[in-house]
């Protein structure tokens, strides 16, 4: 059983930035395809950003591809989301997500464990 908890959300104005961090129990992390997605209110979760085990391959979608990267570090069993010139549509609770395959995917059905959520509150 793979425990996910995230941290660095907040209250930041439009334009501004924000990293967020998973910290992730298993200490076989590397062996953990990650994920990012977020929820609005009244909205369905959706993708925001993957990587595989190794960090070599990231995937984004459209709506933040340019402005938020996606990063891991295994030696401390931790993923990243740098979020930059944020908006406030980006506005949502933040869900970190660890997949059995090594591989990236931006397919939520694909992850068996999920964060807690962190919020993200982007004022204009």
């Known amino acids: 059983q793979v425990q996910l908890v995230e941290s660095g959300g907040g209250l930041v104005q439009a334009g501004g930035s924000l990293r967020l961090s998973c910290a992730a129990s298993?200490?076989?992390?590397?062996?953990?395809?990650m994920g990012w997605f977020r929820q609005a209110p009244g909205k369905e979760r959706e993708f925001v950003a993957t990587?595989?085990?190794?960090?070599?391959?990231?995937y984004y979608a459209d709506s933040v591809k340019g402005r938020f990267t996606i990063s891991r570090d295994n030696a401390k069993n931790t993923v990243y989301l740098q979020m930059n010139s944020l908006k406030p549509e980006d506005t949502a609770v933040y869900y970190c997500?660890?997949?059995?395959?090594?591989?990236?995917?931006?397919?939520?059905?694909?992850?068996?464990?999920w964060g807690q959520g962190t919020q993200v509150t982007v004022s204009s």
């Open positions: 997500a660890a997949r059995t395959g090594r591989s990236a995917s931006g397919a939520r059905v694909d992850y068996n464990y």
């Open positions: 990587i595989n085990w190794s960090g070599a391959s990231t």
């Open positions: 298993e200490r076989t992390f590397s062996s953990y395809g």
